[in-house]
C-alpha cells in the first residue's frame, strides 16, 4: 500500500514540474530584435551615455536577483543596501540616457525605490516590477543573458526595439 501512494506521489510530482516547465516555456516573450542592420553599440550610441555607461543597469539588476531571486522578499535591510548602494548611479544614468522611454524605465525604477519600498520594504510585486525592469534591460542593452533566458517585457524602451 505505501509503494503505490508513493508510486502516485512521484507520477503527480514530476506532472506538476513537467507542467510548470511547459507553462514556463509557453508564456515567455522573445526578446527584443535589433533592426536590420543595427547593432548592440550603435543602440549605446543612441543612448548618448559615453561618459556614465551602463554600469549602473548591470549593478542594479545583480542586486535585485540577489535580493529577490528564487521567490525571496528582501526586507528593509535589503532595501537599505540596494537604494544606498544603486539609486545615485540609476539617478545620475537617467538624467544622461536622451531616450524618452528609457529615462520612463529608469524613472519607474527609481520610483519604486524611493516611494513604493520606502512605505512597504516587504513588496513582493513592486520588488518584481523593478527587477523585471533591470532584468530586459542587462540583458539586452548589455548581452548579460540569464541562464534562464526568460525576457518579460517589462521595459517600455525595449518594446520600441521590437520588429
Not at 42 to 54: H, M, N, R, W
Not at 55 to 67: F, G, S, Y
Not at 99 to 127: A, C, N, Q, T, Y
Amino acid at each position: 500500500m505505501f509503494k503505490m501512494k508513493l508510486t502516485m506521489f512521484k507520477i503527480l510530482f514530476f506532472s506538476l514540474v513537467f507542467a510548470f516547465a511547459f507553462f514556463q516555456i509557453g508564456c515567455q516573450e522573445e526578446p527584443p530584435k535589433f533592426e536590420k542592420g543595427e547593432t548592440k553599440e550603435e543602440i549605446k550610441e543612441e543612448l548618448d551615455i559615453t561618459e556614465i555607461g551602463l554600469q549602473p543597469i548591470e549593478n542594479t539588476h545583480q542586486a535585485l536577483n540577489e535580493a529577490v531571486g528564487w521567490e525571496q522578499t528582501p526586507g528593509v535591510k535589503e532595501y537599505r543596501k540596494i537604494v544606498d548602494h544603486n539609486l545615485p548611479e540609476l539617478k545620475k544614468l537617467k538624467d544622461h540616457v536622451a531616450p524618452p522611454k528609457l529615462r520612463k524605465d529608469l524613472g519607474r525604477v527609481i520610483e519604486i525605490f524611493e516611494k513604493e519600498l520606502s512605505e512597504d520594504p516587504e513588496d513582493k510585486e513592486v520588488w518584481k516590477e523593478a527587477h523585471r525592469i533591470m532584468h530586459d534591460l542587462d540583458w539586452v542593452l548589455l548581452g548579460n543573458v540569464p541562464e534562464d533566458e526568460i525576457y518579460f517585457g517589462a521595459s517600455e524602451y525595449l518594446e520600441d526595439k521590437r520588429d
